[in-house]
């Protein structure tokens, strides 16, 4: 049921789905994927060791923080910036999330 358009129709299939109980799927707005879903727990895994900084999206975001909170075995720290890629002040920080990436890299 995931349109860009909202009119009259796609409210009223909406609607109708969610009352239905056949919303199994949400629809999720997010920047595209870098690499695959497959293999971003793994490239979180390695930035992280390596001291670089790995780009969520709201795709990813369970995949990687989600699931490293729900493992009791998984003891890492996150350290999360939200910002708007084509903001000024956020691309001024960027340097900074790369050194703390650096500075507060896994240990073992």
Not at 19 to 36: A, E
Not at 70 to 91: K, M, Q, S, T
Not at 96 to 105: D, G, I
Request: aromatic content about 10%; hydrophobic content about 45%; glycine content about 6%.
């Amino acid at each position: 049921h995931a349109s860009n358009r909202v009119d009259r129709a796609t409210l009223q299939s909406f609607y109708a789905a969610f009352f239905d109980g056949n919303l199994t799927t949400p629809f999720l707005r997010s920047q595209p994927i870098v690499g695959s879903l497959d293999d971003a727990p793994m490239r979180a895994r390695e930035a992280s060791e390596e001291g670089r900084v790995v780009t969520l999206v709201g795709k990813t975001w369970d995949v990687v923080v989600g699931a490293a909170r729900r493992d009791d075995d998984d003891d890492r720290d996150f350290l999360v910036l939200f910002h708007a890629p084509w903001c000024g002040h956020c691309i001024q920080l960027m340097p900074v999330w790369a050194q703390l990436a650096e500075l507060y890299r896994r240990v073992h």
